[in-house]
């Protein structure tokens, strides 16, 4: 367990995710060179890998390439629950999209913890897996009675749990509801064991390969930026926002939110069981052992990337939460994460676009992806080899429940041609010589919207502010030293490389505009 990041204080000084620091991860090369497969898996988190993984024990050829390096993206930052209690989401799935489809959903995901499950057994995998209750609790009369309506869905629905009347923190809660034998586990773990297994079996794995494009046919072709091309009967886009969009108008479909996590040594003894609070700003509590001592994940503070408050504040609120619930000894990791989530709250799993059954995707997975992208894996295997999957029609990325899809895609995209109004019509006043060390911020600078940096040295990073997507204007994240895009949630380093798309194209030094991506060869549209 390291502590060198810490400075001035309890909060660390830079962010850095428990999962990545556990364990040694396998390096991978780079694709050099033009390759044919039977299925080509864009990501490598937990959807991809698990898919990888069933394949190959189906006897396909697979390749799985990723931008970065496995398991760096929102797996590798997740908070780790495996459970079907997505927030208050029963009685809203009911109204909207009908009792069976609700019911499909639970079922869904109940059937991606039991195949969690079941292979940690099989394989004996040491990755901390734990069956868990997990609760959702309310502190205000308003979500205490939309916590009695989620209660009367579970009943509905044949969801094993209850309404309880307290919870064993110091929090003044109304009620709370308890969905039974839920789960837990350290996913990086689990999934470099599944890594291992893909790797014997002949699959392949591709690191710093990042896909720009497809050429679509009946064997469609995978390009990337490197110029290299990989032919196969599949293609799966596994990769946290689509990297490639088709006509699916994804980013029209989809906001991104964000939220951030502490890992912290507490004074009181973590009682077990895993929880969210129904209301807002959100509070989510598991337990982990590092080191041989129990620590507690302290998670929460949604908002929309690249919009809201300073993101310091952030961290600084889950602190105050876990100092006044348990007593601090210690803060040992902080960092952050972000997911999609769809106009209608349930996950794009299927075809691309319809009449596409050989270019399938998986995103909008609302921070559940444990088991969303488990499930996402499993029904991918089954449209694969040909075998009938009751979730297909309830996921299909082309369907469209107009009671709240067509609301919230008027709302969503209102809200992205706002911020790009915005961005664009803001002057900021700060200059390059305002900067102190270590901090960044929007500037001037010769009449034109800059991005600046200036590192712990002294030395000054310059960036245009114009996101390579659509032309939105990205803001400055200081918690993680990040810029963000308010519109879709790309996110960049503060030298302007892509962290996280739909951004495929680093921020530029030059004065970019929109349409330098919209016309260029290698963009996704």
Same mark, same amino acid.
């Given at each position: ?12 000084q830079?962010?850095?995710?428990? *999962? ?10 780079s694709?050099?060179e ?13 959807t991809?890998?698990t898919?990888a ?5 189906e ?15 929102t797996?590798g930052?997740?908070t780790?629950k495996?459970?079907?209690q ?5 009685? =809203? ?18 059937q991606a ?19 868990q ?7 205000? $009369? ?9 209660a009367e869905?579970?009943?509905t ?19 709370a ?6 789960a ?11 890594? $291992?297994?893909?790797t014997k ?6 690191e ?15 390009l990337t930026? $490197? =110029?290299?091309?990989i ?5 799966l ?14 980013s ?5 939110d964000r ?8 004074k009181?003894?973590?009682?077990g ?8 700003? #959100? ?5 982990v ?5 129990e620590v507690?994940?302290?998670?929460g $503070? ?10 310091m504040?952030?961290?600084k609120?889950?602190?105050?939460f876990g ?10 990791y ?14 794009y ?18 921070? *559940? ?18 075998k ?17 899809s ?5 709302v969503?995209?209102?809200?992205v041609?706002?911020q ?16 102190a060390n ?18 712990? #040295?002294? =030395? ?5 502010t ?9 803001? *400055? ?5 990040t *810029? ?5 949630g ?10 996280e ?5 680093p921020?530029q ?17």
């Amino acid at each position: 367990m390291t502590h060198q990041n810490r400075k001035n204080g309890k909060l660390p000084q830079d962010p850095q995710s428990y *999962w990545r620091t556990a364990i040694e991860f396998p390096e991978f090369p780079s694709l050099e060179e033009d390759l044919q497969v039977d299925v080509v898996i864009v990501g490598a988190g937990i959807t991809g890998i698990t898919s990888a993984y069933l394949l190959v024990n189906e006897g396909l050829k697979v390749a799985i390439i990723e931008a970065g390096k496995v398991l760096n993206g929102t797996t590798g930052h997740t908070t780790a629950k495996i459970t079907a209690q997505h927030d208050l989401i029963y009685d =809203e799935f009911i109204h909207n999209i009908g009792r069976n489809h609700a019911r499909l959903y639970y079922e869904a995901n109940s059937q991606a913890l039991d195949f969690i499950k079941n292979t940690v057994e099989q394989h004996q995998i040491d990755c901390e897996f734990s069956m868990q209750d997990a609760y959702i609790y309310a502190t205000t $009369e308003k979500y205490a009675r939309k916590i009695e309506k989620e209660a009367e869905a579970y009943e509905t629905l044949g969801i094993e749990g209850g309404l309880v009347d307290s919870i064993p923190f110091d929090i003044a809660i109304q009620n709370a509801l308890v969905m039974k034998n839920q789960a837990q586990f350290h996913p990086t773990k689990y999934l470099v064991h599944l890594i $291992e297994h893909i790797t014997k079996k002949g699959g392949l794995i591709f690191e710093n390969t990042t896909a720009v494009n497809i050429e679509t046919g009946e064997q469609p072709v995978v390009l990337t930026r $490197e =110029e290299h091309r990989i032919t196969a009967k599949y293609v799966l886009a596994c990769s946290h926002f689509p990297f490639y969009e088709g006509f699916g108008l994804y980013s029209t479909r989809m906001y991104a939110d964000r939220s951030y996590a502490l890992a912290v040594k507490t004074k009181k003894k973590y009682p077990g069981g895993i929880y969210i609070s129904a209301d807002e700003p #959100t509070r989510s509590l598991r337990s982990v052992t590092i080191d041989g001592e129990e620590v507690v994940l302290i998670v929460g $503070e949604n908002h929309k990337t690249g919009q809201g408050i300073d993101t310091m504040e952030h961290y600084k609120a889950l602190e105050a939460f876990g100092e006044e619930i348990f007593g601090l000894d210690d803060i040992i990791y902080r960092w952050s994460a972000q997911d999609l989530t769809t106009l209608d709250k349930l996950p794009y799993i299927g075809e691309l676009t319809s009449g596409q059954p050989n270019i399938l995707i998986a995103t909008g997975f609302r921070k *559940w992806g444990m088991s969303n992208g488990t499930a996402a894996a499993l029904l991918f295997r089954d449209m694969i080899v040909g075998k009938e999957n009751a979730f297909q029609k309830l996921y299909t990325p082309s369907r469209f429940y107009a009671h709240p899809s067509l609301k919230n895609f008027l709302v969503e995209n209102a809200n992205v041609v706002g911020q790009l109004i915005k961005g664009k019509l803001d002057s900021p006043k700060t200059v390059p010589e305002d900067l102190a060390n270590g901090e960044g911020a929007v500037i001037t600078l010769d009449g034109h919207r800059k991005g600046a940096y200036k590192d712990d #040295t002294g =030395e000054l990073h310059i960036v245009d502010t114009t996101c390579t997507h659509i032309g939105c204007e990205v803001e *400055w994240n200081s918690g993680d030293r990040t *810029w963000d895009c308010p519109c879709h949630g790309s996110r960049f380093s503060f030298t302007g490389e892509v962290m996280e798309g739909p951004a495929e194209k680093p921020l530029q030094k030059y004065d970019y505009k929109m349409m330098d991506n919209l016309t260029s060869e290698d963009s996704g549209y």
